[in-house]
């Protein structure tokens, strides 16, 4: 949702007391969206750790718990969709508390969902990272794997005698 950095439009014929309603329960949403959004953020500092640990199985586990934090996120979005479609009406009923309540948490939901998606990345390119050392090291065994292969079935061959006695 974008900051409704314009709290003062001039108010459509809405009736005013649903409008306040409406300002009320945005912000409830708006703050319920924030904890979410803080919720998520804790579980991306947690899986951060788990990528520079390697703990695949414990990671997994993590990525579940945060898929059904980003599915509530997307059902609050689809809650807060008739308010920002109204957007202008409702802020022209807000007080300046109220605008300044609202802007505050949209910013700091802003600025979380930017911190989660610049870790994100760090985290990808960690992964990347460790998905070409672990690429490396699996060729290098099979290399290594193949010549002590080559080695071995040199050793059970048998040898041409080349210093045979003519005799017998």
Same mark, same amino acid.
């Given at each position: 949702m *974008? !900051? #409704?950095?314009?709290? *003062? $439009?001039? #108010?459509?014929?809405?009736n005013?007391s649903?409008?306040? @309603?409406?300002? @009320?329960a945005?912000?409830?949403?708006?703050a +319920?969206q924030?904890?979410?959004y803080?919720a998520?953020?804790? =579980?991306?500092?947690? +899986?951060? &750790?788990l990528?520079?640990q390697?703990?695949a199985d414990?990671?997994?586990? =993590? =990525? /579940?718990?945060r898929?059904r %934090?980003?599915d509530?996120?997307?059902m609050?979005d689809s809650?807060l969709?008739?308010?920002?479609a109204?957007? #202008?009406q409702?802020a022209?009923?807000?007080n300046?508390?109220?605008?300044?309540? %609202?802007? $505050?948490?949209?910013?700091q939901?802003r600025?979380l969902?930017n /911190?989660?998606?610049?870790r @994100?990345?760090q985290?990808r390119? *960690? =992964?990347? *990272? +460790?998905k070409s050392?672990?690429?490396? &090291?699996l060729s !290098?065994?099979?290399h290594?794997?193949?010549a002590?292969?080559?080695?071995?079935? $040199?050793?059970? !061959?048998?040898?041409?005698?080349?210093?045979?006695?003519?005799? /017998?």
């Amino acid at each position: 949702m *974008t !900051r #409704p950095d314009d709290c *003062t $439009s001039p #108010p459509v014929n809405q009736n005013p007391s649903s409008l306040a @309603d409406d300002a @009320d329960a945005l912000s409830q949403l708006i703050a +319920q969206q924030l904890k979410l959004y803080n919720a998520l953020s804790t =579980l991306v500092d947690q +899986q951060h &750790e788990l990528v520079d640990q390697g703990a695949a199985d414990q990671l997994l586990a =993590l =990525l /579940g718990k945060r898929q059904r %934090i980003v599915d509530d996120l997307a059902m609050m979005d689809s809650d807060l969709s008739p308010y920002k479609a109204r957007w #202008p009406q409702i802020a022209a009923e807000l007080n300046q508390a109220q605008c300044d309540s %609202i802007n $505050s948490m949209l910013e700091q939901a802003r600025d979380l969902l930017n /911190g989660i998606i610049d870790r @994100d990345n760090q985290d990808r390119q *960690t =992964l990347q *990272t +460790q998905k070409s050392r672990v690429g490396d &090291e699996l060729s !290098r065994v099979t290399h290594s794997g193949a010549a002590r292969q080559a080695y071995q079935s $040199s050793e059970q !061959r048998p040898a041409d005698n080349v210093c045979t006695n003519q005799q /017998g």
